[in-house]
């Protein structure tokens, strides 16, 4: 199969199962589910994704995509780590409360296996937290911020950041946040961290 059309192909097998995962929850999802869904053969989700946890751990990673690969392009730039902050703000916060990580996360939390869970922090966590702990660390080279562990110089950033905006969105209490609101609480939490770190 051709990159182009297996790459549409994945899309729309992707699609399908983040409307598979509203209808019937992370349990109740099966790769015959998401494949009948998608108008795919069982065999073929299989052969790409190897199982279901494989195939959420791609919709995981997809969603996280743009927010690592702008973070690994800004590290091999000399741009400095404050100016670098400002740009991912934005990008960090349309993630993690967008529509599709709010359907993982909701799936996640009534997950009993926990699963989904470790997939997410896996595949999202565990893939950004080192990538913006070596800005962070940057801007402490470059005397912008002062601190002595960086993995408390990042979950302070984050708390600024995010806050509670994401618990918010799982459980239906917050809109979507629009793109102004983004771009103005991530120049607040830049500001803020420096106020308190620099």
Request: charge should be negative.
């Amino acid at each position: 199969m051709r990159k182009e059309k297996r790459s549409l192909r994945q899309q729309q097998i992707e699609d399908a199962a983040y409307e598979v995962l509203e209808i019937k929850g992370y349990g109740g999802t099966s790769m015959l589910g998401i494949a009948k869904q998608a108008r795919a053969s069982n065999e073929t989700l299989y052969n790409w994704y190897g199982d279901k946890q494989g195939l959420f751990q791609a919709l995981v990673m997809r969603n996280a995509e743009q927010v690592k690969e702008h973070l690994e392009t800004e590290l091999e730039t000399d741009h400095d780590a404050i100016s670098i902050l400002a740009t991912l703000g934005p990008k960090l916060i349309e993630l993690l409360t967008g529509d599709r990580a709010v359907a993982l996360n909701r799936a996640a939390a009534a997950d009993s296996s926990g699963e989904l869970g470790a997939t997410l922090s896996k595949a999202g966590r565990e893939a950004v937290f080192p990538l913006l702990e070596q800005v962070l660390l940057r801007a402490r080279a470059e005397g912008a911020l002062t601190f002595e562990h960086s993995a408390e110089a990042v979950a302070l950033y984050l708390d600024l950041l995010i806050g509670d905006q994401q618990i918010r969105r799982v459980i239906g209490r917050l809109p979507k946040p629009t793109e102004a609101f983004c771009k103005q609480r991530s120049d607040r939490a830049v500001g803020l961290f420096c106020q308190l770190l620099g």
